[in-house]
């Protein structure tokens, strides 16, 4: 690659991916991946800020006991909204669908996806998606959760569940169809001597989700079919009235969506071994158990749905198998918390932007996996089911996990992407401002859970206030972090320094071409000769010269 | 490409075997077996349809990874039931007495 | 192809007419193309699998309700369905052989025929709803049932509908991707060296016909 690097370089300074075409249509039809991922960030960033002016509402309204700034039923239309936003809107999509679709092709050294049109297709999918989901809310919103349950959804609600469920069905087909062209993007794409056992584990750990989304959502979609017929045309499928299971519906439900909450965190953890690795300046411990781990995770989720669902009248031994089954989760998502500390260890670690996001992730995830186990257990699931501590313990996974990850991943590639470096000191500030933020909010809803304030009030006693004032003034904090980069992002990408193509040192395809990459990547299909990670290598290296 | 290429007869023969299976399916269950009716045809049925993938289909001279796929498919379907009818099969059992209803806080 | 074949494409930007801008030969094109189609199969598999799953847990709770509510499936016309199935089946399996040995007419007149018989089975799929609708049997405010167990009987109905509707839909759709394939075919756009779409169509189709080998000893007879 070295050979090719220079000619590639003085070539890239007229044309790269972002400068080749300016007009509306070279964007709105593109079919470069590259484009596709700016478009999903674009949109997902609009979802994240809408869902976080739901969070907002949720965490004002907490602030006193009464129900004061918003009606009950208001409240409960905001929470839910801000749920279905949240995971089928942002976390969902979020690191699959930009940085995975920036990335999976480049660091496999391939010209696009495999299927570039339905890449596209996809994200428009996601963009109708979110136009019925918006008409939804405008139109009277939801009240239901973010879980519809039956037959609360199919028979009680007053709210507009139609066409909320109708947007999360067709985000779901965007969904697949990412996951689709990542499996066979990864299976038959790579580039000559990129072996299985030289693929970055940003794109294992894609793989191991695409393998949820194929899997996974196309039950969740006829399940909402299901409901929303049932809705529409007063007929029962899981109406106990007309002689239907109400727990069936949550079966199918959560055989979907126990395993989207790995969709939410996989890629994460992708993202978090890429930086781990780079800013420890040190090959990656134990390379085949971070990736088997993945794979690990993905088929154990699909065993442990029924875990949500020790209080919803399902059998009791059932439950148990599915406890002890979750237990065993926590094995895999162990080994990638000793694996990346080992990496970390006796490593020359730089504590820049994107490492910050590395530690706090590993940090808040430890937290958020070990109660994860705690709610597993079911007898002391049925003191804390629906309460705070389950709120908790998924904030910690989603945001203080995922978020997390997706922030490092985008200061660590922002320079690629954009072809621009951004400020560090205030990039650090908002690190630090989301790490400090987040615990001041979510810490205290383990405390809330545990003293038993349930999830889903709009009105709780008074002796909860303090620990809501608290979590509320986190979220603020929260805000700001979140708030930050938006500054900093825009003053690079007008006036930032230009970034070299590899500004970190970095090992992997992507470092290898130019930032921002030329349109078709790869002027030259490139030929991989060296191990992935080869950390160790680089620096005895320049210890000889 | 050169993909294999199924000669008609082969495809006249599942054809005709299908035909058969579907005769057969319809003549089991005009008799009464009771609970094996369902057997039977289900067992038809997964006959009739590996027959289809297998053959029409291609999945016999197809690389590994469509098998692969096939089996995928398969194997995460039976978690679906399985698990799912887990709940079902023992939803009617009652814990043993462990008498905790004589427990003074209930009373 | 060779070896050595692969490797000239990748060089210079001689690509074959057909093969997409992304990938580096027909081949990956080819194997890209076909496992694409397999993995949605699988999503395929699983999203009529809800539906299995549901079917499963209301048929362990009533089995006799579902005994009886099956004695007013219109056991005949279901079988004849099944049986034109398959016959399209057939056609669509000659189809992509067709294209493999380059036989232009032949393919064309398969591709038609594969048609007419998903057609056919519409349209008897049509004239059973019609029946259900003039029985009362559509499940809903109007759903009259005389003989005993309404109440478990309306959800084998259903679940019929969801079924065999989300089926037809499944057919309606193959219907048009078929369309689209006879008019590629008459445009003479595939040969021995380039059938990936057909044979891809055939499996979408193949697999609309598994469901319904499915479907129809679970609907109507038992």
New interface residues.
Partial sequence: MTDHSAEVRHHVEELNYLNNGWSWKSWLLTVDHKRIAILYLISITVFFVVGGIFAGLVRLELLTPQSDLLEPETYNKVFTLHGIVMIFFFLIPSVPATLGNFLV?IMIG???????KINLLSWYLYVIAGLVGIVGIITGGVETGWTFYTPYSSTYSNGNVVTVAMAAFIAGFSS?LTG??F???I???RAPGLTWGRLPLFIWAHYATSLIQ??????L???L??MM?ERA?????FDPA????PV?FQ??FW?YSHPAVYIMILPGMGVISEIVTCFSKKSVFGYPFIAGSSLAIAILGFFVWGHHMYVAGQSTYASLVFSLITFAVAVPSAVKVFNWTATMYKGSIRYETPMLYAMGFIGLFTIGGVTGVVCATMGIDLHIHDTYFIVAHFHYVMVGGMVMAFMGGLHFWWPKITGKMYDENWAKLSAALVFVGFNLTFFPQFILGYLGMPRRYAAYPEEFQVLHVLSTAGATVLAAGYLLPAFYFTDSILRGKKAPANPYNAKGLEWQIPSPPPT?NFL??PVVTEEVYAYAEAKEEKALV | ???H??P?KT??A??FA??VC?VL??YV?TIDLGFF??VV??G??VF??SL??T????VKW??I??KI??A???I??GI??LL??MD?ASRQWVPRNVGWENYPVLK | ?SDAHVATV??AHAHEAHV?????N???Q???G???M?????????????????Y???R???PEAFKIASTATN?PLG?FN??VL??S??T???A??SA??GKQKRLVWMIILTMLFGAAFLGVKAIEYTEKWHHHHV???NFIWEKEGG??V??LY??YF?MTG?HALHMVIGLGIMTWLLIAALKGRFS?????PV?IC??YW??V??VW??L???LY??
């Avoid at chain 2, 053959?55 to 291609?58: G, N, Q, V």
């Fill in positions: 092709p391939a010209k696009d996806l495999a299927f570039p697949i689709l062209n499996i066979v993007t299976h038959k794409m194929l899997l996974g959502t196309p039950v979609a006829i399940t079919v299901l017929v045309f007063r007929v029962g499928f007309l002689g239907g299971d069936l079966h199918l055989f078709e030259t299909t | 490409m050169e993909g290429i199924t008609t495809y006249l599942v054809f299908l035909m579907t399916t319809y269950w009716n369902v045809a289900l038809i049925a009739k349809a289809v993938v053959y029409f289909m291609h197809s690389p990874l469509s796929t096939v995928i498919s398969v995460f379907l679906l039931l799912t009818s079902y | 192809m990748d060089q997409a801008h992304q990938f580096v027909a081949r990956q080819y194997e890209s076909n496992l694409g397999w993995l949605f199969l699988q999503t395929e598999i699983m999203f009529f699998g809800g539906m299995f799953a549901a499963g847990v209301y362990a709770w009533y056991v079988a099944t049986v398959i016959v089946s057939l669509m399996a000659l992509v052989q493999q040995l499940p809903g405010p109440r478990e309306q959800i259903c679940l969801a989300m021995p060296s380039y059938y990936n044979e055939g499996l193949h697999f016909d598994i080998i499915f129809f000893p679970l007879l038992i």
